[in-house]
């Protein structure tokens, strides 16, 4: 399974190369966030996909989209394309709950992760996609 996509427009870079970018271009709570959900992602899902799209939002796929890492400058927002599909426990959507489809949670600087429940939600999205693709 490929491990990210494609560098068309990316002066050929990959979309894992531009991501690690992004990162080092924030150089604050924002960019350490982001390498933190990144890494999250990645155990909770080592089979994942990472595309970077909409002219520089990194992306997370397996099966279709699991969620966006988008960076923002009092906000690191992590979008779920099919949020509103998931059961979330834990309570970790805080952000964009008024849509039929996605859901979204906001990091703020110095707050902390609730990594397991994270991973849960990223197992959980995983799952939703590959069961409606094996329909």
């Known amino acids: 399974m490929k491990k990210s996509g494609s560098t068309e427009g990316t002066g050929g870079k990959s979309p894992s190369q ?7 271009e924030l150089g ?6 982001l390498s933190r959900l990144r890494a999250l992602i990645k155990e909770a899902d080592p089979e994942v996909v990472e595309e ?3 002219r520089g939002v990194p992306v ?4 279709g989209m699991i969620c966006t890492g988008e ?12 949020g ?7 309570g970790l959507f805080n952000s964009s709950l008024e849509g039929n489809t996605r859901r ?5 600087e ?7 429940a994270l991973k849960a939600l990223i197992r959980a999205a995983v799952a939703l996609n590959t069961s409606v693709r094996a329909r």
Do not use: C, Q
Request: no cysteine; proline share 2%; charged share 30%.
């Open 18 to 24: 531009l991501i690690d970018a992004r990162i080092s």
């Open 28 to 33: 604050d709570w924002r960019g350490e966030t």
């Open 52 to 54: 970077w799209k909409w």
């Open 60 to 63: 997370w796929e397996h099966a």
């Open 71 to 82: 960076t923002y400058k009092a906000v690191v927002k992590m979008t779920f394309a099919k």
């Open 84 to 90: 509103a599909s998931l059961e979330d426990p834990s």
């Open 104 to 108: 979204a949670i906001d990091f703020h």
């Open 110 to 116: 110095g707050e902390t992760i609730n990594e397991e």
